[in-house]
């Protein structure tokens, strides 16, 4: 048995004062969801520290939207991964198709703020996932698997043991587009299928979310996909009923 996360990505949304308020409200409703999936949140940098206090001892964990690639120095405007872990967030989210494609972020990098962070005793949630174009091109396959192995094969079995890996499709993202639940299982069986043949019989215990216009009306069908693990949420992760009817999607009845 996988665990199942539910992941928040904020985004660049929310002021500090929002976002606590957000927070509030999904521990509020909290008690009252029985699904079984664990909840994080990835606010601003900003509102790590005081979103960390707030959730503290609760259910809901904390995580960071990305990191810098170096440990620290003359990096303006960066923030290290020892930065995120002293705020006592546990997560990165590291290669966002939205920091690949604005940011130039490539593999080269991303294996650098894998190290970053596994030193840092944080879990990276690793994205991968294919633009409109590589999918009708037929590419898909080749893109996600370079993904994967240009950064998890440079794991060590021990590192990878603490990884969950995100797919999303970047043409369903923030686009209202959703894969379909077969979609989703094709694609999240063949990352496995890649994992597997690095990792063996490990690859069994990764999580693998699915991101990607998620909402309370689809995720139940993608979540009971056999290599679905749960999902990472963009735009209806800025809502706490929402986000928590994603949760369901878990329920155990
Ligand atoms: C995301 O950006 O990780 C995401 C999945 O966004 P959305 O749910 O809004 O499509």
């Known amino acids: 048995m996988r665990k199942k996360f539910v992941a928040g990505n904020w985004k660049m949304n929310t002021t500090p004062e929002q976002g606590v ?20 949140v990835c606010p601003p940098f900003t509102h790590l520290s005081e979103i960390v206090k707030v959730a503290r001892g609760t259910a809901i964990r904390i995580g960071a939207q990305n ?29 966002h198709s939205e920091r690949r494609q604005y940011y130039g972020e490539t593999s080269d990098g991303l294996n650098k703020k894998m190290r970053q962070t596994y030193s840092n005793g944080l879990v990276p949630i690793y994205c991968v996932g294919e633009t409109l174009e590589e999918r009708e091109s037929g590419k898909l396959w080749d893109v996600v698997k370079a993904q994967v192995e240009e950064v998890v ?21 923030g686009t209202g587009k959703v894969a379909t639940a077969a979609q989703a299982q094709e694609m999240h069986a063949f990352i496995r299928k890649v994992l597997t043949a690095k990792f063996g019989d490990l690859a069994a215990k990764t999580p693998i979310l699915y991101g990607g216009s998620v909402k309370p009306e689809n995720a139940a069908e993608i979540f009971a996909m056999e290599d679905v693990d749960g999902g990472l949420v963009g735009g209806a992760s800025l809502n706490a009923a929402d986000f928590l009817a994603i949760g369901d999607g878990f329920r155990e009845d």
């Not at 999904?26 to 029985?34: D, E």
């Not at 990191?67 to 967030?89: D, H, P, Q, R, W």
């Open 21 to 40: 308020e957000l927070v509030k409200n999904i521990l509020r409703s909290i008690g009252h969801s029985c699904a079984s999936a664990n909840y994080i």
């Open 67 to 95: 990191c810098a690639e170096e440990s620290k120095g003359a990096y303006t405007g960066e923030v290290s991964a020892e930065m995120i872990a002293a705020t006592g967030a546990s997560y990165v989210i590291l290669g």
């Open 153 to 173: 094969f440079h794991l060590s079995e021990v590192e990878f043991r603490h990884l969950i890996v995100a797919y999303e499709p970047v043409w369903a993202i």
